[in-house]
């Protein structure tokens, strides 16, 4: 079945660097990817997403591509702030109508 | 914006009781969903509705059902709460192809 492979962290930088957090996904077909951020105490919330191969996301200063030769959808962000500190999740959307989560990377971002 | 509330943040029940998690969003979405959320284990689909009185089992039903008797919420019960239950549950909706709206989470403890 689909799946989504992601570092687990925790990740752990100083203001102002540069993040990566990697994301792998296998699935039939073409699916959609998304990553959502949540922060302390709050549920999910919708960050990027791209629903076909070599499109971007990007919003708030994050951006993921997505590449079919790798199935992967990386996200990145050049210059993270303290508030960026919260746990990040990769998703798909395959052919079924649910999605599938990767299990959740902890960005500490340290001032 | 849509807004899935859920009515508890946190719960302490003892074992063998029958706990009840309420779930209410604004959207006429009709799609809803139960998750819950376990360290290295991220996001598991208990259970999902499409529509009014309407349920399917997601990757780990056993020890929980779901009521959906009106458009807006989406209950999910546990008939018999064991300390195994103990997590973070996290509800969702979804109106379209994309996206969810989660909410803030409901974290269960079980003693």
């Known amino acids: 079945g689909d799946s989504v492979t992601q570092m687990e962290g925790p990740v752990t930088l100083s203001e102002e660097a540069f993040l990566t957090i990697n994301c792998t996904y296998t699935a039939t077909g073409y699916p959609s990817l998304f990553w959502y951020v949540q922060y302390p105490g709050e549920g999910l919330q919708l960050l990027l997403k791209a629903t076909k191969a070599d499109d971007k996301g990007s919003n708030k200063g994050f951006e993921a591509t997505y590449r079919k030769e790798t199935t992967s959808f990386h996200l990145e962000k050049g210059s993270v702030q303290v508030s960026d500190s919260a746990v990040y999740f990769c998703?798909?959307?395959?052919?079924?109508?649910?999605?599938?989560f990767g299990p959740g990377t902890r960005l500490s971002v340290l001032p | 914006d849509v807004k899935v509330t859920q009515s508890s943040r946190y719960l302490v029940k003892r074992t063998g009781e029958k706990v009840f998690l309420e779930c209410v969003q604004d959207m006429d979405h009709e799609n809803m969903f139960w998750y819950r959320q376990d360290p290295g284990l991220g996001l598991r689909l208990i259970y999902f509705s499409y529509d009014v009185k309407m349920k399917e089992k997601g990757d780990i039903p056993e020890g929980y059902s779901v009521s959906r008797e009106k458009k807006e919420r989406f209950s999910l019960i546990l008939e018999s709460a064991s300390t195994n239950q103990t997590s973070m549950y996290l509800c969702a909706s979804r109106g379209g192809p994309e996206g969810y709206t989660f909410g803030s989470g409901t974290r269960l403890t079980v003693v």
């Open positions: 998703a798909l959307r395959g052919g079924g109508q649910n999605f599938v």
